[in-house]
């Protein structure tokens, strides 16, 4: 499977972002699919998650200000971020939780259970 995030850049605080992940290879597109970030020196954050069913969980930190969503065939999931601020500066990656048909695995990167990634994609919020 292929994961490839695009839609980073730079943006003032307060601005907003819309990442996209455009996912291919697999055999079907009906599995959990998640955002995580990670800043130098930090482990890698979950930001959310989207289920085959288009239900989706945020973090505390961000989830009254970004949006997950996935379009109709859910091969493409989206990350809208409104009202950034500059502790949303990371890289942000894409990942598939392949076994993962109904439900989502919790939003942790070490836990095995996401076993595709993207390359990243970078934001950066700053005046």
């Known amino acids: 499977v292929r994961l490839v995030e695009s839609g980073g850049g730079s943006v003032q605080p307060g601005g907003s972002l819309r990442l996209a992940c455009a996912t291919s290879g697999y055999k079907h597109n009906s599995y959990c699919k998640a955002w995580f970030r990670q800043t130098p020196g930090k482990e890698r954050e979950g930001v959310g998650s989207?289920?085959?069913?288009?239900?989706?969980i945020l973090a505390d930190s961000v989830k009254d200000r970004f949006t997950i969503s996935q379009d109709d065939t859910k091969s493409t999931v989206y990350l809208q971020m409104d009202n950034l601020k500059s502790e949303d500066t990371a890289m942000y990656y894409c990942?598939?939780?392949?076994?993962?048909?109904?439900?989502?695995?919790?939003?942790?990167?070490?836990?095995?259970?996401?076993?595709?990634w993207g390359q990243g994609t970078q934001v950066t919020v700053s005046s």
């Open positions: 990942a598939a939780a392949l076994e993962w048909w109904l439900g989502c695995p919790p939003l942790l990167a070490t836990n095995g259970e996401y076993d595709a």
């Open positions: 989207i289920n085959s069913d288009g239900v989706a």
